[in-house]
């Protein structure tokens, strides 16, 4: 069993940054594959980052490329999702999620994690 624990959201104007930390425990970091998602009202979640286990590969939706920028501490069982440049269609309950299968490479798909988080507010004024 691995816990999830959102932390970071909140209320900020377009163009200001945000960073969201998960702090997980049951599993040790390393051994597991972390994504981050979101969801917007009326919206499917969807995907916005991941991360290999060593953090040495990252992966991205092109809508957040340039922007978005996911990190792990393995020694603080620590997630991190940093956040620039927001803009108001950002605007969403931030989730991360585990996977604690033997894939290497982390998904893109909700179905594909095993263990979320409750989420995080982030909502973007114009």
């Known amino acids: 069993q691995v816990q999830l624990v959102e932390s970071g959201g909140g209320l900020v104007q377009a163009g200001g940054s945000l960073r969201l930390s998960c702090a997980t425990s049951g599993r040790t970091l390393v051994s597991i594959l972390m994504a981050w998602f979101r969801q917007a009202p009326g919206k499917e979640r969807e995907f916005v980052a991941a991360?290999?286990?060593?953090?040495?590969?990252?992966y991205y939706a092109d809508s957040v490329k340039g922007r978005f920028t996911i990190s792990r501490d393995n020694a603080k069982n620590t997630v991190y999702l940093q956040i620039d440049n927001l803009k108001p269609e950002d605007t969403a309950v931030y989730y991360c999620?585990?996977?604690?299968?033997?894939?290497?490479?982390?998904?893109?798909?909700?179905?594909?994690?095993?263990?979320w988080g409750q989420g995080t507010q982030v909502t973007v004024s114009s």
């Open positions: 991360s290999t286990r060593s953090g040495g590969s990252t």
């Open positions: 999620a585990a996977d604690d299968s033997a894939t290497y490479y982390p998904g893109r798909y909700a179905y594909e994690y095993d263990y």
